[in-house]
């Protein structure tokens, strides 16, 4: 059974910088889909970068290009790195899984779900 534990969330000051974990077990698959996305109150939810595992393939909606980072680390692990962090940026935000090997910015391609971190950009 695919588990993802998401951490790194909190509150910070506009300008500032979070750097957000997600730490995955139970995954099997030769070569798979990790991504971030985020929900804010009242919005649907929206895909913010993935990454392709084996061939680190990355994308970013464009909003997030230039502020966010995504990586992957050891065997279960992917990080986002995001700076300059705008009150826009408030939301939830869920790592994901996908088995397939294409990056889709369409949740609904996604088959595993974190329970979220909470962002919060306010002075």
């Known amino acids: 059974q695919v588990q993802l534990i998401e951490s790194g969330g909190g509150l910070v000051q506009p300008g500032g910088s979070l750097r957000l974990s997600c730490t995955a077990s139970?995954?099997?698959?030769?070569?798979?889909?990790m991504g971030w996305f985020r929900q804010a109150p009242g919005t649907e939810r929206e895909f913010v970068a993935a990454?392709?595992?084996?061939?680190?393939?990355r994308y970013y909606t464009d909003s997030m290009k230039g502020r966010f980072a995504i990586s992957r680390d050891g065997q279960n692990t992917v990080n986002l790195q995001m700076n300059s962090l705008e009150p826009e940026d408030t939301a939830i935000y869920y790592c994901?899984?996908?088995?397939?090997?294409?990056?889709?910015?369409?949740?609904?391609?996604?088959?595993?779900w974190g329970q979220g971190t909470q962002v919060t950009v306010s002075s």
């Open positions: 990454i392709n595992w084996k061939g680190g393939f």
């Open positions: 139970g995954l099997t698959f030769h070569n798979f889909v």
């Open positions: 994901a899984v996908d088995r397939g090997t294409i990056i889709y910015t369409d949740l609904t391609y996604y088959d595993y």
